[in-house]
């Protein structure tokens, strides 16, 4: 697969903003995603953009894309205990290809 | 609705046997999915199934058989698996065309296996 690139571990207070980066080395990506996945649980889409927008904005999320550098961000503002989970980032290059990123871990402290 | 629903949700089976794992969705999508999941890791594909045939297989091993009897339901036919094959397995379906929606791949919650 396509290397995707993701910190792997995040901590924030709540209330806080929380930003997620994820590089990506495709350059010809179609659609770029951010789903959340909480323990023992499958993969939930939060949101995607697609690669002719710079942003996206979806009540507290907000997708940055910056295609010349590749890279993907997520803001949740005001970061609650409830978004703490794994964060995936994921690019489509084709009708039925995905590529994920490695996870980033979410850590909401009260 | 937006669902993809996976039976069983756990499984645990010895090494000697023969179970499946089932996935059906109800969105009209005509591409579906099986990726393997271990725990903290990205999601592993295994094959996809586009207009009901396989379309990608991704070197997985022969106990695992994958089955796409029609538009809407995948099941992966499991034998003599190893201790190894535990994890989490995911199915997936998307709708192999843009729309208004893109074309974005929505999971099932998975069906965790141990195998012992």
């Known amino acids: 697969g396509e290397d995707v690139e993701q910190s792997l571990f995040l901590s924030v207070r709540e209330g806080d903003s929380s930003v997620i980066n994820c590089t990506y080395t495709d350059s010809s990506s179609t659609y770029l995603y951010w789903y959340k996945q909480e323990p023992g649980a499958g993969l939930q889409l939060l949101t995607y953009?697609?690669?002719?927008?710079d942003m996206k904005q979806d009540q507290r999320l907000t997708v940055l894309l910056n295609k010349k550098d590749k890279h993907l961000s997520l803001r949740i503002a005001d970061t609650q205990t409830g978004d703490s989970a794994i964060y995936f980032c994921?690019?489509?290059?084709?009708?039925?290809?995905?590529?994920f990123g490695t996870g980033t871990s979410l850590t909401v402290i009260p | 609705d937006t669902e993809v629903t996976q039976t069983p949700k756990h499984l645990v089976m010895g090494m000697t046997n023969k179970k499946s794992l089932k996935c059906e969705q109800h969105m009209g999508h005509r591409a579906m999915y099986w990726y393997k999941q271990k725990a903290k890791k990205p999601p592993e594909l295994m094959f996809v199934y586009s207009y009901e045939k396989l379309s990608i297989n991704e070197s997985v091993p022969s106990r695992f058989s994958p089955e796409c009897p029609n538009s809407s339901l995948l099941n992966l036919h499991l034998h003599a698996l190893q201790p190894e094959d535990s994890a989490l397995y995911l199915c997936?379906?998307?709708?192999?065309?843009?729309?208004?929606?893109?074309?974005?791949?929505?999971f099932g919650e998975g069906s965790w296996l141990t195998v012992v």
């Open positions: 994921a690019e489509s290059i084709s009708s039925n290809q995905f590529y």
């Open positions: 997936a379906s998307s709708p192999l065309s843009g729309g208004r929606s893109g074309n974005t791949i929505y």
């Open positions: 953009i697609f690669s002719n927008m």
